[in-house]
């Protein structure tokens, strides 16, 4: 029986695909994946602090359109920027979600 690498505060946060694929994986490729993993993923800690500058959150999360619009909106007056502290949590994982699957998918296309 296999086991996780993963460590469970990671692993917790990965989508349910990705946690059942990982654990059929070896531990050099949990291993592989969760460097990767780690290397791309996103903090909200730092989201937040670009948020206070001049709202570079939508840059660091790779939403350049939509980064754009927040400046020439003036992050909607004001009002999008401030609905945007209470969304940062849920934007950041949802990025880190999607990581997780393309960091997933290329290693499996990688191993095959």
């Known amino acids: 029986m296999q086991t996780s690498y993963i460590p469970e505060s990671i692993s917790d946060k990965l989508p349910s ?6 654990f059929k994986l070896p ?9 990767e993993y780690k290397r791309k993923k996103k ?3 730092i989201s937040y602090v670009l948020w ?3 709202g570079l959150h939508y840059m660091y999360l ?4 939509w980064q754009f619009f927040y400046w020439f909106t003036l992050g909607g007056i004001g009002i999008w920027a401030f609905i945007d502290i209470f969304r940062m949590p849920g934007m950041v994982n949802n990025y880190n979600r999607d990581v997780a699957v393309d960091v997933f998918r ?3 296309m990688l191993s095959s």
């Open 17 to 22: 695909m990705v946690k059942i694929e990982l």
């Open 27 to 35: 531990p050099e490729k949990q291993t592989l994946f969760l460097e």
């Open 43 to 45: 903090n909200t800690g």
């Open 52 to 54: 206070l500058v001049i």
């Open 62 to 65: 790779g939403k350049v359109g």
């Open 106 to 108: 290329d290693l499996k």
